[in-house]
């Protein structure tokens, strides 16, 4: 074969292959007979995997020539035209490729065809070598997993695989289409990414929370089960007081990545169980509001539901009050400022990842002041005969049920003088409590409207006019002005 000029350039023209068609024309089915190991001419792809607009190349690889040496080769491809476009073709300059020029290169990236001869301008082709790179843009609409022969050799026209050798003479090599490859553009899909999380803070800590985030799994269409990166996961799961974000990421073969996260909040707060217990015959469950304190701590306000059990005693649990992250508790009081004296404790228990804590309040102390006296006496005279039913947890109402009453006063008269434990930190205490109050003290501090409270009208309010109030006596021109129901007898 005598080569003609060189063309470097892609030519559609058919008419610029004049060896081609002289090779066709001459030794078509041409059959190799020598011995030895057949040539094989092989489409290798430069990845497995590759996304749309993505750069797939496909070599033209030989083997060693069966015998001889070769002078030419002219090869026929296919190639999917609706998945790759081939930009170009380009020999591969090597020690071993003896092909340094272009006879043509005729592509057509509407049938998918490519017509293509190379030749040696100054050596033969002895060895194995690379001899070509055919560069594809894969298109944006593909996706096809473990797709085989999307390039493959196939006769075009007259035209078929060949080489041509130094002794003038043909050989058909043993081809091999392009294997099996990923055309993927579609993200693996993330599996087990939870939804943000706020916790609080754990009971003992003061750094943050333990949370244990479920296991992320990827899976892709192509590629199958992906591994999964972690960022921004702390060591042990601990996370610390603040806004933490862990974020999960999967990439496929083809690098189409997805990532997802999630906000772990841990909220500067811890939480306490507490249990309310507060002796003495409720008659009815009933919600109190509770005031805890503490050193360094702003009052906190909670409600307990009181059930009184059926028994001499009512008690109830407040579950999940927040307090101030502290390593751990030793001291905290705790008062219903409508009803009973403070209890200060100094043990704290933990349950799960909360504190709790357990008040014993002592009612009869209406006024706020943590004593059981006069005055407590004074406020129950004066809301005695309220019924409002809405106001079973109202001040002087210590029974839970829905009128003030005799009753209620029991609470007082048996805890008359008990004081309340001094707040945490404080060696002050309430005070001493009183036993009779002047109507003209009364007065001087606001509370005239209690002098009604005095029931013999000597300008004392003392242990007289309790006992007028026992035997039943005692005015009653509380508003509203009459009881909607009668007092039941209890004493
Ligand atoms: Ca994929
Ligand atoms: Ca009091
Ligand atoms: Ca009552
Ligand atoms: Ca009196």
Partial sequence: MTPQSPRSTTSSRVNHLPVMGLLAACLSGAAFAGGGAPTELSLVPSVTSVAAGGTLHVYLDSTAPAFGAFTGLQATIHFDASHLRLDSVALVPSATNAFDATLASDVDNVAGTLRYAVYSLSSTMTAGTRISDLTFTVLDSTQMCGTADLVSFGDIGPFTTRFSTEAGGVLVPVLHNLPAINLDSVKPVLSGVSADITVPTDAGSTFGAYVSLPEVTASDDCDGARPVTVTGLPAGSIFPIGTTTVTYSAIDTSGNEVSDSVDVTVEAHQLMDITITMPGHMQNVTQREIRLTGTGITPIYFLVDIDPNGATSGSGVAYAVEVPVRASYSCMSAKDPAHTLTDTIHSFGTSGTRYTASFTLEQGDSSDDDLIDIYDFSLWAFDRGNTDPVLNYSRSNFDGNDVINN?????????????????????????????????????????????????????????????????????NPATPAAPAKAERPNW
């Fill in 407 to 475: 009753a209620d006063f029991t609470c007082i008269s048996i805890n008359f003088f008990h004081i309340g434990d001094s707040a945490c930190g404080s060696l002050a205490n309430p005070g001493m409590p009183q036993s009779k109050v002047s109507v003209k003290e009364l007065r001087r501090k606001g509370l005239g409207h209690l002098a009604m409270a005095d029931a013999n009208r000597d300008g004392w309010v003392d242990a007289k006019d309790i006992q007028i109030y026992m035997q039943g006596g005692g005015s």
